[in-house]
């Protein structure tokens, strides 16, 4: 069994074998073991990935043999995956949706954004930023809302953050203390975590279906938002609009609020709204609302918004 987590280190080799599960997905798609890739140099390329990096990764995996393909002077659109690399894959897959790993993994993560966050002055973050920050995966692969809801109540019951916490749900507006503060200085960042802040290019969503991305901006092109979801944000634009006058918000910057407001229509607009785009707008929304003096108006609307996020 391989000890991924010395094994993914580097971006590169965490790259690699999301790689190499998004192959084995195409080829299962085919019901044999070949895999037509184009769309994958495709999704790199729109996403700012040099096709040249994305072949690189694509010869370390024929390197390992859990690959094969006749190699060529430009671009490769068959590949065929090896019993060697379906095992390969097959054991990634294992290590990453091991329920005691991935719940341990939430906690440290959890823990270390609101570091973060505490380190830039966010006391209480809404917990919905956590999804939408890099450390919101597990080895590329999304934390659940179970998962996020278990970590912020074991968190709160070790007295490492405080907050109240929905009914059943996660702590809202958690907030790290000095005791959290102490455990994350005193310790090594755990090897889930750091693997987190590496970034990976390419992540796989929880329903299996593929997704590259570049840096932190977690783009979920392959998932599609119904039309309630897109109507809610549009209604957080347009009360964002409408309350404008009235939020307290200091005047210079009044023009981000409009700026937000205008980017999220236009985004709800689009033939297939990003939610993480949306999920980046609203929060960056609700970084700005805290800056306003009207605490009813403010409270309301960014009821709204998180109303909005959980529906994302």
Partial sequence: MVNFEAEVRSPSALRQFLLLLNIKQLADENRHRSAEITGLYEEAEKFGLDWRAFHGDLEALLDKEWIFYEKASGRTNDVTI???????????????????KRNMAARDAVLQWLYDEHLHGRSSP????????????????????????????????????????AMGGAVIRPEITALGIQKIEDQDMPPAVA????????HINNSGSMNLTTGGSNVSQSITLTSNQVDDVRKVAAALREMLPILGIPAERQAEVVEVATELEQETNAPAPAPSRLKSLLTRMMEVLALGT???AVEALNGLAEKALESL
């Fill in 195 to 202: 693997a987190s802040e590496r970034a990976p290019v390419i």
């Fill in 294 to 296: 009207a605490e009813n």
């Fill in 82 to 100: 090896t019993h060697q690399g379906v095992d390969a894959a097959d054991d990634f897959r294992s290590f990453i949706t091991d329920p005691r």
């Fill in 126 to 165: 809404n917990i919905a930023r956590f999804t939408i920050s890099k450390y919101g995966k597990f080895y590329g692969d999304d934390f659940t809302e179970t998962e996020i809801s278990q970590a912020t109540r074991f968190l709160r019951e070790r007295q490492f953050i405080r907050g109240k916490a």
